[in-house]
């Protein structure tokens, strides 16, 4: 079975430095992978997505995530933090047979002036 | 601008009490789910349809009823066999399920249900 992994609940961070948000996976054939935001009493943004090609995707708002298929790892990045970037993230795995999405159990991430 | 509508925001429901929440989506989407958002939980799948007047059981449907007779629309009742049913609803939709499979989920801005 498909499944995903953010092994860290929460993040902090400066503004202007670096972040990164972590996500590890585990699929049956090749991956098909996906970033989102949630702010408070909101639904979910689409960041950005991995399908096939360039190990390094860009997306929305200067986000951009490294796909690893050795470390089975795609984690979520940013070269300089905003402190309105402060929300929640989820990074989920498209199923087997394209029928649903398997979330993480998401990530805070902190951004301090 | 094209997107998803659920409503209400907030929603309170007594001890033995049904309550339907509502999804509409203008985006000429085939697929709509629904997933129940918990803190610390991620989100879980209760139901998902992939056509009109089709749907299917996602990871935690029981307690949870839904139908699709029409494209834009996707209700999901909370019935009172759900005995834990505080918890953020979000509703998303999808070009399709299986051909498309690449393409993001959009979501709605969720409804709150409480126990009074």
């Known amino acids: 079975a498909q499944s995903v992994a953010q092994p860290e609940d929460q993040v902090n961070v400066a503004e202007g430095n670096p972040l990164t948000v972590k996500c590890t996976y585990s699929?049956?054939?090749?991956?098909?992978l996906f970033w989102y935001v949630q702010y408070p009493n909101r639904g979910l943004q689409f960041l950005l997505k991995?399908?096939?090609?360039?190990?390094l995707v860009k997306g929305s708002y200067g986000f951009e995530a490294e796909f690893n298929k050795s470390q089975t790892s795609f984690h979520l990045k940013k070269p300089s933090a905003l402190v309105s970037d402060s929300a929640l993230y989820f990074c989920?795995?498209?199923?087997?047979?394209?029928?649903?999405?398997?979330f993480g159990a998401g990530t805070i991430l902190r951004v301090k002036s | 601008d094209g997107g998803i509508t659920q409503s209400p925001k907030y929603l309170f429901r007594k001890e033995g009490q049904n309550v339907t929440l509502s999804c509409e989506q203008n985006?000429?989407?085939?697929?709509m789910y629904w997933y129940r958002q918990d803190p610390g939980q991620g989100l879980r799948l209760i139901y998902y349809?992939?056509?009109?007047?089709?749907?299917q059981k996602g990871d935690i449907a029981e307690g949870y009823s839904v139908s699709r007779e029409k494209k834009e629309s996707f209700p999901l009742t909370v019935t009172s066999a759900q005995k834990n049913p505080t918890a953020f609803y979000l509703c998303?939709?999808?070009?399709?399920?299986?051909?498309?499979?690449?393409?993001?989920?959009?979501f709605g801005d969720g409804t709150r249900l409480s126990i009074l």
């Open positions: 349809s992939q056509i009109v007047n089709d749907f």
């Open positions: 699929v049956s054939g090749n991956p098909y």
């Open positions: 998303a939709s999808s070009i399709s399920t299986q051909d498309r499979s690449n393409q993001p989920q959009h």
């Open positions: 991995y399908i096939t090609g360039d190990n």
């Open positions: 985006l000429n989407h085939d697929a």
């Open positions: 989920a795995v498209r199923d087997l047979f394209g029928n649903k999405l398997v």
